[in-house]
């Protein structure tokens, strides 16, 4: 899913940007494994646009997962460590509010602790008065 989706073809856990500059002179990879990093770059040394559809992820992600496939080959797979301090919450991608875990509309988001959505998808939704009144209620 998403710009980068060339990179599940390493077949091993990894995380990655896309970028493309605006006037399309540069497109951009960057990648990582829990073992190791990359940054695959296409460009023109003199500047000039490289083509109306040479985006991070048509030109520069190939690059990227034809190095990395030969690349990872000398790390064990390994999964990314998940920290203590961030809790993981099933939310609405339609309004980004919470969700039962078992709704098929869930997908799970990572969250630093105390900054989930406390709100419940489905709930009706607050007139403005009433919205800058929650917080006056919670400290009370």
């Known amino acids: 899913e ?17 970028g493309t500059t605006n006037d399309l002179k540069d497109a951009w990879y960057v990648g990582f494994i829990p073992q190791l990093a990359c ?26 997962v034809n190095f ?16 203590d301090t961030i809790e993981f919450h099933p939310i609405d991608k339609e309004n980004g509010l919470l969700l039962a875990e078992d709704d098929k509309k869930a997908y799970f988001e990572v969250f630093a602790p105390g900054t989930a959505p406390t709100r ?4 009706k939704q607050l007139k403005a008065r009433d919205f800058f009144r929650l917080d006056l209620e919670e400290t009370l």
């Open 2 to 18: 998403g710009t980068g989706w060339r990179a599940k073809a390493i077949k091993r856990p990894s995380a990655g940007k896309t």
């Open 39 to 64: 940054v695959s770059w296409v460009g023109y040394d003199q500047e000039r646009p490289l083509g109306k559809s040479e985006t991070g992820s048509r030109a520069a992600a190939p690059a990227w």
């Open 68 to 83: 990395m496939k030969e690349a990872v080959k000398q790390y064990p797979l390994q999964n990314f460590r998940i920290p």
């Open 120 to 123: 419940i998808s489905g709930d």
